[in-house]
């Protein structure tokens, strides 16, 4: 699986890359055949942005938006919203 990192006015550590890395690597293995991932992280004052989108072929693009003050829990929010989503359409 490929995965792409954006940061659009935002300074992200190699901690939070490992972290993001991992956590949706981990997520991938839930959803069918994923073959790309794009993470993007924003920053605008205060609120911070991440974006996941998971591609897989013959499949919709999974995608989720959150925001918050800390990447951390925004980071969990937008994988716990890209599961729910895979959950809904295995069924």
């Known amino acids: 699986m490929e995965i792409q990192f954006q940061a659009h ?7 939070m890359r490992a972290r ?3 956590e949706v690597r981990r997520a ?6 994923v ?4 993470i993007r992280f924003e920053q605008d004052g205060t ?3 991440v974006s996941l989108s998971f591609r897989a072929p013959r499949h919709h693009d999974l995608m989720a938006d ?4 800390y ?4 980071l969990a929010q937008a994988i ?4 729910a989503q895979a959950t809904r359409a295995k069924r």
């Open 66 to 69: 959150a925001e918050g003050r």
């Open 47 to 49: 609120v911070r942005r």
């Open 35 to 38: 073959v790309a991932a794009v």
């Open 20 to 22: 993001a890395e991992r």
């Open 9 to 15: 006015h935002a300074v992200i550590s190699d901690t």
């Open 71 to 74: 990447f951390g829990p925004v």
């Open 28 to 33: 991938a293995m839930r959803i069918p055949r």
């Open 80 to 83: 716990a919203r890209v599961l």
